[in-house]
């Protein structure tokens, strides 16, 4: 600041100038930060997660459902029976793309079969949560931690459409409210049985829960083996992977996270 008759000026502002990172898009070169060049990373181009993006449950007591799911509950038995011989068609033209005879005795009926086994394993979409734990929330004067471990699961892996199994351990420290123990399994079930990714999966069954019964907090651990690593690409047999997710007190306390995972012997 200068003075003059005893009058002090400001200096003028500088303008900061932004940081202008050029990259190339098809061959030609962009400046992030115009309007018209692409976002520079993948966390700037990528939609939200149907995770954070949606709640848990909608209004009608799906949770998260596919694109398609509606369609699927509301169905009739003739539309049921005409889109198992959809999937079973196109079954039939993966068998004949790979070099097979698809009318030897072995592969015969293997295109109706495959199609009523990828049904089941994507009904977790169709699954009410309202359904699922139906009346089995209780008021209970109880505030300690409540455990279920070793709760086996079996999934799709959605990039390769193979399987990924493991176990699953769900811990949660009550509100005045608890859970029938059985329905943890019955919505690890629910979110498994669909194409899914681990870290999704163990998300998914934690803000559920969180949902359901407002609890102090919520832990989730998955422990799992996944096929599209073990039988293919790197073929790590024996190699499995570990993910969690921790909600209330048990992201915010280290005692409370260092308990569960004490309980679980993984200290």
Known sequence: ????????????????????????????????????????????????????????????????????ARERIEQTSEEATAREQRIAGAVKTILTELGEDVDREGLLETPERYARAMLYFTKGYEDNIRDVIKRAVFEEDHDEMVIVRDIEIYSLCEHHLVPFFGKAHIAYIPNKRVLGLSKLARLAEMYARRFQVQERLTKQIAMALSEILKPRGVAVVIEATHMCMVSRGVQKTGSSTTTSCMLGCFRQQQKTREEFLTLLGRR
């Open 1 to 68: 600041m200068s003075s003059h008759n005893g009058t002090i000026t400001p200096k003028p502002t500088i303008p900061l100038k932004r940081s202008r990172l050029a990259v190339e898009f098809d061959g030609e070169t962009e400046t992030v930060g115009s309007s018209l060049a692409p976002s520079a990373t993948p966390l700037q181009t990528r939609v939200a997660s149907p995770c954070t993006l949606n709640p848990p449950i909608d209004n009608d007591g799906l949770s998260w459902p596919s694109l398609g």
